[in-house]
């Protein structure tokens, strides 16, 4: 749990909503490796992470295939499991993070031998903060 926490203090994550992203807000770290960081509700957010109430201004560095504990009905990645799957070069630089169903999310588009196992594949994209003004802020 000590890396964990040491590669909590570098990468955040983020969630993506109406085409913003918003950084979450005080998450604690007994909760990193069983608690799902893009559920979220904008108008009810019992049961969910908070978000800022601000959106970010992110610039993509990398895209990643992650592996996370899910069901075939739900994608639920935890931020303990994208902090072990961090890119060495991009391990002690602050950057933020957000994962979404590989592909469309379906069966289909699953590592089958990872689906075997209990995990279902995701797309971890991996930001850096950037000046409002630029024109590559925001761009997947």
Request: glycine share 6%; with cysteine; hydrophobic share 30%.
């Amino acid at each position: 749990m000590t890396q964990v926490v040491d590669r909590f203090l570098n990468a955040k994550p983020v969630v993506r909503h109406e085409g913003e992203y918003f950084k979450i807000k005080d998450l604690p770290v007994e909760i990193l490796g069983n608690h799902s960081f893009n559920w979220f509700k904008k108008d009810d957010p019992t049961g969910r992470v908070e978000r800022e109430d601000t959106p970010c201004q992110l610039k993509v560095l990398q895209q990643k295939k992650t592996y996370h504990k899910s069901t075939e009905l739900f994608f639920k990645p935890d931020v303990e499991e994208v902090l072990n799957q961090i890119p060495e070069e991009l391990l002690g630089k602050k950057i933020y993070f957000s994962t979404a169903p590989f592909g469309d999310g379906t069966v289909r588009y699953q590592d089958v031998h990872a689906l075997d196992e209990g995990y279902a594949t995701g797309c971890t994209t991996f930001y850096e903060e950037c000046e409002s003004e630029s024109s590559q802020c925001n761009i997947l």
